[in-house]
C-alpha cells in the first residue's frame, strides 16, 4: 500500500480543520459586532425615552424670537448645539441652524445652572434667541434635540 492516500488525506483534514476555523472565528467576530449594535441601540432609545422638553415661553422683541425651553424628562441634554431649531411663517417651516449665517439660532442662557454647567439638566430652563431675516413674522417654533425629542409652540404675539 502506497502513502499517497494517507497524505492526501491528512491534508484533507488539515485544510477541513484550518476552513472551519476562519469561519468559525468569522462568524463569532459577527455575532460580537451585531450584539455590540444592538446594545448600542437600546442605550439610545433608553435615553430617548428618558429626554422631554417643553416649551415655556415665546417673546419676539428687538427682531429676535426669545424661546424657553425646559428639560422636563430625566435625560439631561449634553450637546447644545445639537439642538435643532424650525420656525413658521405662514408656509412651510424653515431650519435655523446654530450660530451660522444671517437665520441662526443662539444660546442666551440656562436657568438654574448649577449641575453640569453648560448642559440642560433636568428641571433648567434653556433660553435661546432665534434671529430671522427681515420681513418674516414668525407664528410657530419647534425645538428638536439631538436624540430626536421636540416640543414646539405657537408664538404669542404681545
Known amino acids: 500500500m502506497s502513502a499517497g492516500p494517507l497524505v492526501a488525506s491528512g491534508v484533507g483534514i488539515l ?22 449594535a444592538q446594545s448600542n441601540l437600546a442605550t439610545y432609545q433608553e435615553a430617548k425615552m428618558r429626554t422631554a422638553i417643553a416649551i415655556q415661553n415665546t417673546t419676539i422683541a428687538d427682531g429676535a424670537l426669545y424661546v424657553e425651553v425646559m428639560s422636563t424628562g430625566s435625560e439631561p441634554v449634553v450637546d447644545i448645539a445639537s439642538i435643532d431649531v424650525y420656525i413658521q411663517s405662514g408656509g412651510v417651516p424653515v431650519y435655523i441652524p446654530y450660530r451660522d449665517g444671517a437665520n441662526h439660532w443662539d444660546r442666551v442662557g440656562i436657568a438654574p445652572d448649577e449641575v453640569h454647567p453648560g448642559e440642560l439638566d433636568p428641571g433648567e430652563t434653556l433660553n435661546l434667541s432665534v434671529t430671522y431675516e427681515e420681513g418674516v413674522d414668525p407664528t410657530w417654533v419647534q425645538v428638536v434635540t439631538g436624540n430626536g425629542v421636540s416640543s414646539s409652540a405657537y408664538i404669542q404675539v404681545t
Not at 26 to 35: C, I, P, R, Y
Open 15 to 36: 485544510l477541513l480543520v484550518a476552513t472551519a476555523y476562519v469561519l468559525i472565528g468569522g462568524t463569532l467576530a459577527t455575532t460580537e459586532v451585531m450584539v455590540e
